[in-house]
C-alpha cells in the first residue's frame, strides 16, 4: 500500500498523498481492525515517505502527525491494546 514510490511527487501532490496516507492510518487506528505492529508499520513507511519527498518537513510531521496518531491510540485503543509500540 505505502510502497508504491515508484511515482514522483511535486511539493503539493506529496502533501496531498501525505495528507490522503495520514487520514488511512487515522482511521485505521479508530476502527481498530489493524494489529499494533501493523500501524506502527504503515506509521513508519509514512515517515519514510515524508523524508523521501518533503524532507524539509519532517520535524513538522513529527509535531503534528505523530501527535495525531498517539492521540488517537489513547483514544479508541489504549484500553484494548495497550501502549502503542514506538516508531
Known sequence: MFDDWDEEFDEEGAC??????????????????????DIVI??????????????GRVALFRMIYENRFRRLWEQFRLKQDGPLPEW
Not at 27 to 36: K, N
Not at 42 to 55: D, H, M, S
Request: charged share 40%.
Open 42 to 55: 504503515r506509521i513508519r513507511r509514512l515517515k519514510e515517505f515524508v523524508a523521501r519527498f518533503l524532507p
Open 16 to 37: 496531498l498523498e501525505l495528507r490522503r496516507r495520514a487520514d488511512e492510518i487515522a482511521l485505521s487506528i479508530v476502527d481498530g481492525e489493524y494489529a499494533p505492529i
